[in-house]
């Protein structure tokens, strides 16, 4: 089965914080995303990334960077925490190519809180 | 317009009913459609791929593709409570990233 996993399910900082959030897949999937997800709004694409040390800006990627060194594991990172960025952040991965390879596998998600 | 567009609901149904969630799209270039079930607190998860226009079934689970009037359908038959969730929609062209409706939050009462 697929696996991918966010190190945190559930994370409170406060304004001005660089907060990290690590997801890692097993199963080799080339591309991997990252997501918020806030209601009435839905998912909104941040960043993704096709390949190690590569990225590409989302739909909303202001206030966010992300970091790719190995294949596995793709990080957001929020440089200066700010309240409105407070919402559930979905990692996915997936392999290249059209088709049933576009399928995106979901890690669990992060609620983060900024106070 | 918005690329896809997905009533929120809620919906609220008994349990047996016949569900029907739609989505309508613009961009006539989508090849791929696919539906995910999100459960309260998870990640979403496929529940349902269809490669163009067509049918496929899977169980209690019906998905419809109608390209010429770029509108997808899923429709779950005999519902139960453990259909309760957030139905989203998602759709791409060739090699390109998903996009995804809002979703439809569904609940089924016993």
Same mark, same amino acid.
């Given at each position: 089965d697929v696996k991918v996993t966010q190190s945190s399910r559930y994370l409170v900082k406060r304004t001005g914080e660089k907060v990290f959030l690590e997801c890692v897949q097993d199963m080799d999937h080339e591309?991997?995303?990252?997501?918020?997800?806030?209601?009435?709004l839905g998912l909104r694409l941040i960043y993704f990334s096709y390949d190690v040390k590569m990225k590409e800006k989302g739909d909303i990627p202001e206030g966010y960077s992300v970091s790719r060194e190995k294949k596995e594991r793709f990080s957001l990172i929020l440089e200066s925490a700010s309240t409105n960025q407070t919402s559930m952040y979905l990692c996915a991965s997936s392999f290249q190519g059209p088709g049933v390879y576009n399928e995106q596998f979901f890690g669990p998600g992060t609620r983060l809180t900024v106070l | 317009q918005k690329e896809v567009e997905q009533d929120p609901g809620p919906l609220s149904v008994p349990e047996g009913a016949i569900v029907s969630l739609n989505c309508t799209y613009s961009n006539s270039a989508f090849q791929y459609f696919m539906w995910y079930r999100q459960? #309260?607190?998870k990640g979403p998860e496929l529940l349902m791929y269809t490669y163009s226009s067509g049918n496929k079934e899977d169980g209690r689970f019906t998905a419809q593709v109608d390209k010429s009037s770029k509108y997808i359908s899923l429709f779950i038959r005999d519902s139960q409570p453990s259909d309760s969730a957030t139905y989203l929609c998602a759709? #791409?062209? &060739?090699?390109? &990233?998903?996009?995804?409706?809002?979703?439809?939050?569904?609940?089924?009462?016993s």
């Open positions: 591309n991997m995303f990252w997501y918020r997800q806030d209601p009435g | 459960y #309260s607190r759709m #791409s062209q &060739a090699g390109t &990233a998903l996009i995804f409706g809002k979703g439809t939050t569904l609940s089924v009462s």
